[in-house]
């Protein structure tokens, strides 16, 4: 806990002295998103099985979803970071051999066994570009990426499949065609060579999508409304409890806007920082945060006994604000922070593999800006720790309902 506040007291200190806020920052006027479909195609064939296994059916579905997030450094050249994901997995029929258990070989009435295999791709890159017109320049990239594969086992625990992590070479090339100032359309391709070492065929990909670059022009003057107040920073404690259950989570996760958890929190604490980088007059802010938190997931019943286990976090993570409803006594907004990079004390719980100590925070809720001068700060959010299929086994941990309570300064 001291290792936090000094961390706050040197985040505080650094910005003491930042820039009009409703001036967006230098560094996000040079980022760019883009999403879109892709097209995937990786060979998975019988080689990917261990010995003892025959492949009945293999089915390899081909379309995927890529996005990512682009820093241009100058006119010729940016760093990007992607994620490429199909749509559906892998999936594997097979017939265990002489080297399986009965129990495996006895799996189903025909003898087979049907199990997915997981692929993700995340993509650190360098992008050079080529103007080839006033709307359009071609890209090539290069640079690494990160497979994750999660194979699977039979009834007896016997590896079909081998779980991988590792990272191999990419390398792509694309065209972007200006739309707008801000909009662009974007088709490319990439290429992930095999790894004999770990048993992957190659991977190419084809994708078209819609890149977003943030809007550059300053507010006008006498746009900002007298009565919309922007706290610059804030401070809260929360506290977390299933008393309520998980049917927040489950609707929500069930919705498709965000992620549920194989391990439920049923008691937590914890500390937060928030500090607004940019607003625009009203309705949208980005802000940043920082929290840690002690954590006591539900307790695991065995031989008759309660077990119970308790772990930290520590998150910094990005946060996307909508104010959707402002009074002369508070101001009401919708909240979103996705993929916060987060340290986690434990990487196995209740026997659990979480995959690494290196996890990613998300949270969604309400809050509000309260009082005249808008001192008290509160909110009501539901959140998720998972590795994002960066590593094989990612059971995600499901956090309910949490309140936070705190001032603005």
Request: aromatic letters at 12%; a positive charge; glycine letters at 10%.
């Given at each position: 806990?001291?290792?936090?506040?000094?961390?706050?007291?040197?985040?505080?200190a650094v910005h003491a002295k930042a820039a009009d806020?409703?001036?967006?920052?230098?560094?996000?006027?040079?980022?760019?998103?883009?999403?879109?479909?892709?097209?995937?195609?990786?060979?998975?064939?019988?080689?990917?099985?261990?010995?003892?296994?025959?492949?009945?059916?293999?089915?390899?579905?081909?379309?995927?979803?890529?996005?990512?997030?682009?820093?241009?450094?100058?006119?010729?050249?940016?760093?990007?970071?992607?994620?490429?994901?199909?749509?559906?997995?892998?999936?594997?029929?097979?017939?265990?051999?002489?080297?399986?258990?009965?129990?495996?070989?006895?799996?189903?009435?025909?003898?087979?066994?049907?199990?997915?295999?997981?692929?993700?791709?995340?993509?650190?890159?360098?992008?050079?570009?080529?103007?080839?017109?006033?709307?359009?320049?071609?890209?090539?990239?290069?640079?690494?990426?990160?497979?994750?594969?999660?194979?699977?086992?039979?009834?007896?625990n016997l590896q079909v499949i081998d779980h991988a992590?590792?990272?191999?070479?990419?390398?792509?090339?694309?065209?972007?065609?200006?739309?707008?100032?801000?909009?662009?359309?974007?088709?490319?391709?990439?290429?992930?060579?095999?790894?004999?070492?770990?048993?992957?065929?190659?991977?190419?990909?084809?994708?078209?999508?819609?890149?977003?670059?943030?809007?550059?022009?300053?507010?006008?003057?006498?746009?900002?409304?007298?009565?919309?107040?922007?706290?610059?920073?804030?401070?809260?404690?929360?506290?977390?409890?299933?008393?309520?259950?998980?049917?927040?989570?489950?609707?929500?996760?069930?919705?498709?806007?965000?992620?549920?958890?194989?391990?439920?929190?049923?008691?937590?604490?914890?500390?937060?920082?928030?500090?607004?980088?940019?607003?625009?007059?009203?309705?949208?802010?980005?802000?940043?945060?920082i929290h840690a938190a002690r954590w006591q997931p539900?307790?695991?019943?065995?031989?008759?006994?309660?077990?119970?286990?308790?772990?930290?976090?520590?998150?910094?993570?990005?946060?996307?604000?909508?104010?959707?409803?402002?009074?002369?006594?508070?101001?009401?907004?919708?909240?979103?922070?996705?993929?916060?990079?987060?340290?986690?004390?434990?990487?196995?719980?209740?026997?659990?593999?979480?995959?690494?100590?290196?996890?990613?925070?998300?949270?969604?809720?309400?809050?509000?800006?309260?009082?005249?001068?808008?001192?008290?700060?509160?909110?009501?959010?539901?959140?998720?720790?998972?590795?994002?299929?960066?590593?094989?086994?990612?059971?995600?941990?499901?956090?309910?309902?949490?309140?936070?309570?705190?001032?603005?300064?």
């Amino acid at each position: 806990m001291r290792s936090l506040v000094l961390i706050l007291a040197i985040l505080i200190a650094v910005h003491a002295k930042a820039a009009d806020r409703e001036q967006m920052p230098a560094w996000m006027k040079k980022m760019s998103f883009e999403a879109g479909p892709a097209y995937i195609q990786y060979p998975f064939s019988p080689a990917q099985l261990n010995p003892g296994f025959i492949a009945r059916e293999i089915v390899v579905p081909n379309i995927a979803f890529k996005m990512g997030l682009a820093y241009q450094v100058n006119a010729y050249l940016s760093a990007k970071m992607s994620y490429l994901m199909p749509s559906a997995w892998v999936s594997y029929t097979v017939e265990a051999g002489e080297t399986a258990s009965a129990t495996d070989r006895a799996v189903s009435q025909n003898g087979t066994l049907t199990r997915p295999v997981w692929m993700n791709y995340a993509g650190f890159t360098l992008n050079g570009h080529l103007r080839l017109s006033n709307k359009m320049e071609a890209v090539a990239e290069a640079g690494a990426a990160l497979v994750t594969r999660k194979g699977f086992a039979t009834e007896s625990n016997l590896q079909v499949i081998d779980h991988a992590t590792y990272f191999a070479p990419l390398v792509g090339a694309g065209i972007h065609y200006r739309l707008h100032d801000s909009w662009s359309v974007v088709a490319s391709g990439g290429w992930i060579p095999a790894s004999v070492g770990h048993n992957q065929p190659r991977t190419t990909y084809a994708s078209l999508g819609i890149r977003f670059k943030p809007p550059v022009a300053p507010t006008a003057p006498g746009q900002k409304p007298a009565a919309m107040i922007h706290p610059r920073q804030w401070l809260q404690v929360g506290y977390t409890s299933n008393g309520l259950g998980y049917g927040v989570n489950s609707f929500i996760s069930g919705m498709g806007i965000f992620w549920g958890g194989r391990l439920e929190v049923e008691e937590g604490v914890q500390l937060q920082y928030q500090r607004n980088i940019y607003h625009t007059p009203r309705w949208f802010a980005i802000d940043w945060g920082i929290h840690a938190a002690r954590w006591q997931p539900v307790p695991l019943m065995a031989g008759g006994q309660e077990i119970q286990e308790t772990f930290y976090t520590f998150s910094v993570y990005p946060v996307f604000r909508l104010n959707f409803l402002q009074t002369a006594q508070a101001d009401l907004y919708f909240f979103y922070t996705v993929a916060g990079p987060s340290f986690i004390s434990r990487s196995t719980l209740h026997n659990i593999d979480l995959g690494r100590q290196f996890i990613f925070t998300d949270t969604m809720g309400f809050g509000a800006f309260a009082g005249k001068n808008r001192r008290l700060a509160l909110e009501l959010r539901i959140g998720h720790y998972s590795n994002g299929n960066m590593f094989p086994s990612n059971p995600g941990v499901k956090v309910p309902l949490t309140l936070l309570v705190g001032t603005t300064f």
